[in-house]
């Protein structure tokens, strides 16, 4: 802590490089802290050889964004680890991430206990203040040299203390100081001479020169603190700025995907409009196509009563070519039929025997004769007055004309 206190107030005065002694004693102190109780590497015999925080701070500072590990390990001029740990210190406090490095390292709590002994600073409670100590370095501007012969010194860093080790004069040995000036000089009072003058002059001079000692080490301390909180409110800015530059990124994205979401339920809705209208179009198609198959095939049979009228007029005709040659023997199979309608109504008398009704049937059976004409008349000619109405129309000639043909029962062919 005394260590970034003197850093912090020598550069206030000047740029702090590799010879400056406030930043030697720094990295001196950084490294014997990095270094404290570190496991040495198991050799293939089973010795420890011992290592190098590098090792650690190699394995360790990997997920670092925009690490310097690569650059450090492809240097040319720096061979051994400790030389590679030295220079990762000057690279990474000119870059203003040394703070950064060493709070992602002591967070990887699994890889720290694998490198270092118990009892170990790294893994201590103290630990926990160093990143923060760190922190007040990023305002520094260091200029470092990395092709140097100092990085590859095979010696440890030597920490120097004489800085921190003042002398501080408390409050009462002064007061006391002051009694006894006094009373030495109440005592030589009487014989005073301009030597006896100078002790009190010389005791307020020292006196007002603590007080501005005092007045210099409360404004560096406030310098400080002052560093470190513009440093602290620095980083937060640049947090918060990221911050409102993430939640500016997501409310669009969210706005891009609100548009989207509502031009793609216009659509659908489109869509589902355009899918019913064309439903109740083919709905009326469909009910248009039944109507019109529906006439065409009304169409396509004729009525009933036009049928029968056809079916007659052409049975009439057929019945006038095939038959008129047959017409004068049908008037005399008309004669015969009235012969047998005399015989069955004979046969209706009460007093005729058997026997008359077999010879009437015989002699109808001689009398017939088998020709289409008569076909039709079976069973017509059975009463009396279908005989006389018969005989009356055989002279006549309304059997001749094609009318009757057409409406008459009689002569309507099986």
Request: net charge negative; hydrophobic share 35%; charged share 25%.
């Amino acid at each position: 802590r005394f260590s970034v206190k003197t850093l912090i107030d020598r550069s206030c005065f000047e740029t702090i490089d590799d010879t400056s002694p406030e930043f030697n004693n720094f990295a001196a102190i950084l490294e014997q802290i990095l270094s404290h109780r570190l496991k040495g590497q198991i050799t293939w015999f089973g010795y420890e050889s011992p290592r190098s925080f590098w090792d650690y701070i190699r394995v360790a500072c990997r997920k670092v964004s925009h690490n310097c590990i690569c650059s450090i390990e492809n240097m040319e001029n720096v061979g051994s680890s400790r030389a590679k740990g030295r220079a990762w210190i000057r690279v990474a406090l000119m870059e203003k991430h040394l703070s950064e490095y060493i709070s992602t390292a002591l967070r990887d709590f699994k890889t720290t206990r694998r490198f270092y002994e118990d009892g170990a600073i790294v893994l201590g409670e103290e630990a926990n203040m160093l990143a923060g100590m760190l922190l007040g370095l990023n305002a520094i501007d260091f200029s470092f040299c990395l092709k140097g012969e100092g990085l590859d010194g095979s010696f440890p860093a030597v920490i120097d203390y004489t800085p921190y080790l003042k002398f501080r004069q408390s409050s009462d040995s002064i007061s006391s100081d002051e009694e006894e000036l006094r009373t030495l000089g109440s005592s030589g009072s009487e014989g005073s001479t301009p030597e006896n003058i100078g002790p009190p002059v010389i005791t307020d001079e020292n006196i007002w020169y603590n007080k501005c000692k005092r007045v210099e080490q409360k404004y560096r301390l406030a310098l400080e603190q002052k560093s470190y909180l513009e440093e602290l409110v620095r980083l937060r800015e640049n947090q918060l700025s990221e911050s409102v530059s993430q939640n500016k990124l997501l409310l669009q994205r969210i706005e891009d995907m609100d548009l989207a979401h509502k031009m793609e339920k216009e659509q659908l809705e489109y869509i589902i409009v355009e899918l019913q209208d064309q439903l109740t179009v083919l709905k009326n198609n469909d009910l248009r196509s039944r109507q019109e198959l529906t006439t065409h095939l009304t169409n396509q049979w004729p009525s009933p009563g036009a049928l029968d009228v056809n079916a007659v007029a052409l049975d009439t005709l057929l019945y006038r070519k095939h038959n008129q040659q047959w017409d004068e023997k049908s008037f005399q199979s008309l004669d015969q039929l009235s012969a047998e309608v005399s015989l069955s109504q004979s046969s209706l008398d009460p007093g005729h025997s058997q026997d008359g009704k077999q010879d009437g049937i015989n002699l109808l059976n001689e009398g017939k004769e088998d020709t289409p004409s008569l076909l039709g008349l079976c069973g017509s000619l059975t009463s009396v007055a279908s005989y006389k109405s018969l005989t009356s129309l055989k002279s006549s000639e309304y059997l001749a004309s094609p009318t009757t043909e057409m409406t008459s029962p009689g002569l309507t062919p099986s």
